[in-house]
């Protein structure tokens, strides 16, 4: 009865715990699935259970975009050899965006002593503004893009001037980022505007996700985002721009039966004295390269 009781009084710790806890026998398949994993990554128990998570579920990435499940992951490396680990990774949500995760995954062993599987628990790294912080434009103004959230091509122009008016006056650098989402149109013709939509909401959601956030994430046209970069050299920019280029190229966004991989092609562009907001956004547009979608220098 005592071990029945232990169980249940785990069960009910675990049930309510904020971070997502999950089981995996050795073959990483997942036995169990907690409340707070489905609330951060979007899928049930009955989505995970059963999955294996060296299967694309989940699909981790590091910092740097970087796939983890070719012999980098950490919860292969516990399961290998039995030692507790922790790292920030990035976790794909079942609408398709990414969601910074740090992992923390434990080895269970049986009677003798030898690996049965372990246990992996996560919470969300990503950090909101504080509620001190100034109220962004867009809220000031109402100015919010209907379709992804985010402050409209107005708003965004209007924290860009502020960036600008901080470089001026205290010499403040900063930098910008241009994504232009590729082939939009095909994904609106082949399964129509719903779909379309869906795709720019997966964007914006891991762009926000991925950024710091005294950043400045905006919708500057119909495919395209723009990323205020406030504290950048050009080297950081870019790297921060290809992290943003490799996270959602390797995203996938579920419709119907199917699951769609929208690219993104991505330019940067460190601001200068002589820019004006909409010359700087220019600049780094030209430096978008659809080709291959490497940031453009």
């Not at 398949?29 to 609330?39: D, F, I, N, Q, T």
Request: glycine fraction near 10%; charge should be negative; hydrophobic fraction near 40%.
């Amino acid at each position: 009865m005592r071990a029945t009781g232990d169980r249940d009084l785990f069960r009910t710790i675990v049930e309510n715990l904020c971070e997502g806890v999950f089981l995996v026998d050795r073959e990483r398949k997942v036995l169990y699935w907690s409340p707070g994993a489905e609330r951060i990554t979007g899928y049930s128990s009955a989505d995970a259970v059963g999955q294996r998570t060296c299967n694309g579920f989940l699909a981790q990435e590091d910092e740097s975009g970087e796939a983890l499940c070719s012999g980098r992951c950490p919860l292969a490396r516990t399961l290998a050899d039995g030692v507790p680990r922790e790292a920030n990774v990035f976790m794909q949500h079942k609408n398709g965006h990414r969601v910074p995760v740090c992992i923390r995954p434990v080895a269970l062993r049986g009677q003798g002593g030898e690996i049965s599987g372990a246990v992996e628990s996560f919470v969300e790294t990503f950090t909101a503004p504080e509620a001190g912080s100034p109220m962004p434009y867009s809220e000031q103004t109402g100015r919010v893009d209907a379709v992804t959230g985010l402050a409209d091509r107005h708003a965004t122009e209007l924290r860009l001037g502020e960036s600008m008016s901080e470089m001026y006056r205290y010499g403040w650098p900063f930098g910008v980022v241009m994504l232009d989402v590729d082939d939009l149109e095909r994904v609106n013709g082949t399964y129509g505007r719903h779909a379309g939509d869906r795709a720019l909401r997966m964007v914006a959601r891991t762009l926000v996700t991925s950024s710091r956030p005294s950043d400045v994430v905006g919708r500057w046209a119909e495919d395209e985002f723009l990323v205020v970069i406030k504290n950048v050299d050009e080297p950081k920019l870019h790297r921060v721009a290809e992290k943003f280029r490799l996270l959602l190229n390797s995203a996938v966004l579920p419709v119907g039966q199917e699951q769609i991989h929208v690219t993104v092609s991505a330019g940067a562009a460190v601001a200068q004295a002589s820019d004006t907001p909409n010359l700087l956004a220019a600049r780094a547009r030209s430096l978008v390269r659809p080709e291959d979608g490497r940031p453009g220098t």
